[in-house]
């Protein structure tokens, strides 16, 4: 790998020679553009050398290319949106920004097997309104994050939609990536120009290369195949709350249950701590608790319930009934206030946001919690909300997971900081939180306190045997002093792909 002296000294060869590939307009290193994208959710010391936009694969290759020949690491972003991970701000030593935002295009649309094909800067919202206007019986699931965020940053982050198909990495193939050396290669069957199985399978035949470029610094992805969902033609929204943690920990042992026998889809419904749902009611209570923090129901004798929502999904009405029967049965002895309401397609009609499909940004609300002087915008990092993210994985276990999320909640006390919680089951068997820690990066030791929180989390974790599953800047040093025969082994590939270590320095891969 390169020292790093040499990494920006051939800063300026670098940017004549990006120039002459894509053009003057698309290679900027203006101060205030660089600082602008040097702040993120948390504080980091480490702004961009330059931002590179190719317009297309070919730029791409081009760019990487000038990279390799003169040392410069490069940073690939498809839209930038990473926030409470790290935003744009490159996880490891110096590095340009290559963000590839300007190619937008959707290349293709399967409207009979549920598949889009498309490029790094196609955003959720690009193809809700895509969808529609084709009037597609398909979804993509969305997220809880900005409308405008990646369909294929989130997909190479191993990020989580709501709504099945939502584990969204195990639902994309055909991917189109650029490695260091420029070459481009295509995974699965798209390996074989003309294969109408491109966008299918995610094996196609011999060993499968696709799960090496999520979570990874091992090649650029440029095109990729997404799976869209069926929308069911029968919709029945429900949701209740868990009083204390023990009924939550029989109420999602119900859940898991429920969804072992189909009734539930993976990703198909939410738990949220009390602290993450009243963030989207509200701000922090200021006035009531007289400027202190933090805000904690319990030790003033309040209950802290959690709250679980979610679809049923199913092919008709009788089998809608029927599963809300087997939901009823199974959640009713552990939970209260457990509604349910049918969304049908004139409903949807009436009020978007009860479609499914909806990219609905509401949720960002939850980052303004502490802020108190600034309007809810589409933009927190703009605004200067803390937003530190933290991703255990657990066993669909209700004990275990009851008891983690009321651990993680003690820590976030201990560090005056409410920590707002949720988790949705990938499947049966294992459930993926997001521990958000909300705070006003305007106020002086914030940073400091919420990243000593998020420290102190991660190591109690790791001493749990409950590892994340995914990892922002600030937490990949949890992989970095591991030297296994694992490690060995990406650390092999990585030297292979790229021996000067230009892509993504410190991202998963050593
Ligand atoms: C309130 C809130 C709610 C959120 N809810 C969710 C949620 O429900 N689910 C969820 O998953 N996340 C959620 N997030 C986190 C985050 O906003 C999303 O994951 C978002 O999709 C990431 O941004 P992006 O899609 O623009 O990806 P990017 O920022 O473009 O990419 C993410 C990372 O992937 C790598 N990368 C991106 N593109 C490429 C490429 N083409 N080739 C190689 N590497 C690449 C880069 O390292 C990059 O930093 C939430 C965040 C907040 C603040």
Known sequence: MLEQPLRTAGLGGAMAAWRTAIGAAHVRD???????????????????????????????????????RFGVPLYPISRGKNWGLGGRVPSGGPAALLDLSRMDGILDYDATLGTLTLEPGVTFRQVYEFLTRQSSPFWLAPIGGSDYSSVMGNALERGEG?????????????????????EIIRTGFSRFDGARTAALSRNGVGPSLDGLFAQSNLGVVTRMSVWLGKQPVHQTRFRCRFASPAALAKGLDALRELHHQRVLTDCGFTVWNLYKYLALQGRYPWARTGGATPFRLVARGEPEPSFCGGHLHAGSEAIGAASREALELALAPHCDDLKFEVIDAAMRVADPSLDCAFPNPVNLRTAYWRMRDVAAGPDPERDRCGIVWLCPAFPFDGAVVAAAMQKLAEIGFAHKLEAHVGLS?????????????????????????????????????????????????????????RDGPFERLLRGLRSHLDPQGILAPGRYVD
């Open 30 to 68: 203006e101060a205030e553009l660089l600082e602008t994208a040097a702040a993120t959710t948390f504080a980091t010391d480490n702004p961009p050398l330059a931002i590179i936009s190719p317009a297309d694969t070919a730029g791409v290759s081009a760019c990487v290319k000038v990279a390799a």
């Open 162 to 182: 709501i709504g099945p198909l939502g584990e969204r990495s195990n639902h994309v193939a055909g991917l189109e990536v650029v490695t260091a050396d420029g």
């Open 425 to 481: 089951a990938m499947s049966p068997r294992l459930t993926h939180a997001y521990v958000s820690l909300m705070y006003d990066r305007t106020v002086a030791g914030e940073d400091e306190r919420a990243m000593a929180c998020h420290d102190a989390m991660l190591e109690w974790l790791m001493e749990q045997g409950l590892p994340p599953y995914r990892l922002g800047i600030h937490s990949m040093r949890v992989l970095g002093t």
